[in-house]
């Protein structure tokens, strides 16, 4: 019984070290966000499950020595990339000194280093956008919201879905909706002979969401009436 035992936990801890990956900053990187969600330690390590991921980071490091340092603190920026090993590490730009950080971020395409399992890993990368005034970042939930809304981008169960995989998904669904009906046999009409229509997983409805989302103000009108028009 022991030994079953342990090789569960050994079976469990294998299991686990397949299916999740560790994000680790670098001393001066704070990870504000993961896939939407507070990340649970801004300086520390965090989980992050294989597949495209969106990471919100931002640079907040002691320059300078003496009475003279000061903590240079970055705007935030949006980082996507995708996951398949097992250690993902972060750093931020080149910054030795206050005037070196400031020329890194000048430009909004400063130079983070992201490498997996030792090899330099590909991101897109994005600035984050603030509010006007005094305190642009405050309330960063509904900023961040705002900013993935804006560009059809949801997360499913977790997972990053953006508008573009939505719309695959959501061809793909319908594509294979219409074949299920093709093939619908006899013994799945009701007596009354109407075909009741299936249930709508719950992933399809968020990848219609997130379409939607992406569409304009005409597109998502034009939606609104033929979705009127079938019922």
């Known amino acids: 019984m022991k030994l079953i035992k342990i090789l569960s936990l050994s079976t469990m801890m294998v299991a686990f070290s397949i299916n999740a990956s560790t994000l680790v900053p670098a001393k001066g990187v704070s990870v ?19 597949g495209m991921n969106q990471v919100i980071v931002r640079m907040d490091k002691d320059l300078g020595r003496g009475s003279s340092s000061s903590v240079y603190t970055s705007e935030p920026f949006v980082l996507t990339f995708d996951v398949s090993g097992e250690e993902i590490k972060l750093n931020h730009p080149v910054a030795r000194s206050k005037a070196e950080a400031e020329k890194a971020f000048r430009s909004n395409n400063p130079e983070w280093r992201l490498s997996q399992d030792g090899n330099a890993l590909a991101y897109d990368l994005d600035k984050l956008s603030g509010k006007k005034g005094l305190l642009p970042f405050m309330g960063m939930d509904g900023i ?9 981008i949801t997360f499913v169960d977790g997972k990053l879905v953006t508008a573009t995989t939505a719309s695959a998904a959501v061809v793909a669904t319908s594509a294979s909706a219409e074949k299920e009906v093709t093939q619908t046999s006899a013994t799945q009409v009701e007596k009354n002979g109407v075909e009741q229509p299936k249930a709508v997983e719950p992933q399809t409805v968020e990848q219609l969401k997130a379409w939607y989302k992406k569409a304009t103000k005409a597109e998502q009108k034009e939606f609104r009436k033929w979705m009127i028009d079938q019922e």
């Open 144 to 152: 961040v919201e705002d900013y993935n809304s804006e560009r059809g």
């Open 32 to 50: 504000l966000y993961i896939n939407g969600q507070e990340a649970e330690s801004k300086i520390g390590k965090n989980n992050i499950d294989p």
